[in-house]
């Protein structure tokens, strides 16, 4: 059963325009939320968190936005550039559980100079 | 500050055969997770060691075992390999269980 879900496989984007990547999640007990850039034959790079403390997280381009009540949370990348061309991954933990993280399928971005 | 490292990177082995993969965590990182991500796939848990014991199991069976030493590195261990054992390995290493994890640059393992 997918605790993590990311209903759109791929997304493309003008270069200098905002990139949205969303995620869903069933798991009401999840407080803790990351995601990752993963390039080909690389391992995934970490990106953001937020805590479910908070509903917004910014570092420089990214932002990460965190609905609790809609168990839905977003990356948001602007400007977007074409390194940001990738597959991007939301991942999720549960603190009654503290040892692992519920990943997505993962969005290939890209970016269309 | 050295990031998490992986080895080999990638390799081939034949249905029914042993692997070992090793992982060295990132300095001042005392946790180490393995994931299994089949193309396609997000990665998913396999175990987590913390004090050299396994702290936390995925949905893998028996033939998946680990082992941590005491300088935080790992080992991932596969017996009886299956053809669908063939995936891209992730270590990830973190400060402590829960928190933030960093991965490593995979392995690549074939079985065939």
């Known amino acids: 059963d997918q605790q993590v879900k990311q209903n759109s496989p791929s997304l493309s984007v003008q270069e200098g325009r905002i990139s949205i990547l969303n995620c869903d999640y069933t798991n009401s007990m999840f407080d803790y939320f990351l995601w990752y850039k993963k390039y080909p034959a690389e391992g995934p790079t970490f990106l953001i968190s937020?805590?479910?403390?908070?509903d917004k997280n910014e570092d420089g381009r990214f932002t990460v936005f965190l609905n609790k009540s809609a168990k839905h949370l977003s990356l948001h990348i602007v400007p977007s550039q074409p390194g940001d061309s990738a597959v991007y991954f939301c991942a999720a933990s549960d603190p009654g559980v503290g040892n692992q993280f519920y990943f997505g399928t993962g969005t290939s971005l890209t970016v269309i100079p | 500050e050295t990031g998490v490292t992986q080895s080999p990177t990638h390799l081939i082995k034949t249905r029914g055969q042993q692997v070992t993969l090793r992982c060295s965590s990132q300095s001042g990182h005392n946790t180490v997770s393995w994931y299994q991500q089949a193309l396609g796939q997000g990665p998913q848990f396999i175990f987590q060691y913390y004090r050299e014991e396994e702290n936390g199991r995925g949905n893998f069976p028996p033939r998946f075992s680990g082992l941590q030493f005491p300088n935080y590195s790992s080992e991932l261990n596969v017996n009886a390999l299956e053809l669908d054992d063939s995936a891209l390995y992730l270590c990830?290493?973190?400060?402590?269980?829960?928190?933030?994890?960093?991965f490593g640059e995979g392995s690549w393992l074939t079985v065939v």
């Open positions: 990830a290493s973190s400060r402590s269980p829960g928190n933030t994890i960093y």
């Open positions: 937020i805590s479910s403390i908070k």
